[in-house]
């Protein structure tokens, strides 16, 4: 079965970082593409950053280029997304997604 | 980017109706349309991939169909956990985009 687990949210300042995990199992994650998702509270779903399965590619969505960096260790079957320069309009619910698999989300508020 | 365009936003229906939602891509998206469900507490279902293919444990009474820019899901009998937020998402190019979501209430 595919799952996919994310990690490290929380509440953070303005400005500050904060680096998001999301462990892989149940399949083999060396193979797949990967890509973020966020919903910010009572809002819709917004594509974030992808990568392909040997991170050769790399996209992101304007609104996070120059601040996230999506990055993913296949030896670990985990994908990360490091987030700089937070803002309060990145507070959103953050999940990580294999094609139409995700994960169960994890929050980011950023908030002084 | 393509932008989809989901009606309507929210639906009030009652147990047991057929009701359909409908998605619209700004340009031709080849059939690449993937339906999924969000529960109050976050967690997405993956309902249909590809326009109309079945995931896995999905019950029948959901179906989806379309081609070209407009597609549609719907729901033959609405039982009790079926009101929910469902978003339909391209996947024809980079980025995914999705659409805005519709809200399915009881009536």
């Known amino acids: 079965e595919v799952q996919l687990v994310e990690s490290g949210g929380g509440l953070v300042q303005p400005g500050r970082s904060l680096k998001l995990s999301c462990l892989a199992s149940g399949f083999t994650f060396s193979n797949y593409g990967m890509n973020w998702i966020r919903q910010a509270p009572g809002k819709g779903l917004e594509w974030v950053a992808s990568?392909?399965?040997?991170?050769?590619?790399?996209y992101y969505a304007d609104t996070v280029k120059g601040r996230f960096t999506i990055s993913r260790d296949n030896a670990k079957n985990t994908l990360y997304l490091q987030m700089t320069s937070l803002r309060s309009e990145d507070t959103a619910l953050y999940y990580c997604?294999?094609?139409?698999?995700w994960g169960q989300g994890v929050m980011v508020t950023v908030s002084s | 980017d393509i932008q989809m365009t989901q009606t309507p936003s929210s639906m009030p229906a009652s147990l047991g109706e057929r009701v359909t939602i409908s998605c619209r891509a700004s340009q031709g998206i080849s059939n690449y349309l993937n339906w999924y469900q969000q529960k109050p507490d976050g967690t997405i279902k993956p309902l249909i991939y590809?326009?109309?293919n079945l995931q896995s444990g999905v019950p029948s009474r959901f179906s989806g169909s379309g081609s070209g820019t407009d597609y549609s899901l719907t729901i033959s009998s609405l039982e009790p956990e079926d009101f929910a937020m469902y978003y339909c998402?391209?996947?024809?190019?980079?980025?995914?985009?999705f659409g805005g979501g519709t809200k399915l209430e009881l009536k």
């Open positions: 998402q391209q996947y024809d190019s980079s980025p995914w985009t």
């Open positions: 590809y326009t109309s």
């Open positions: 990568i392909s399965s040997s991170s050769s590619y790399i």
């Open positions: 997604a294999r094609s139409t698999y």
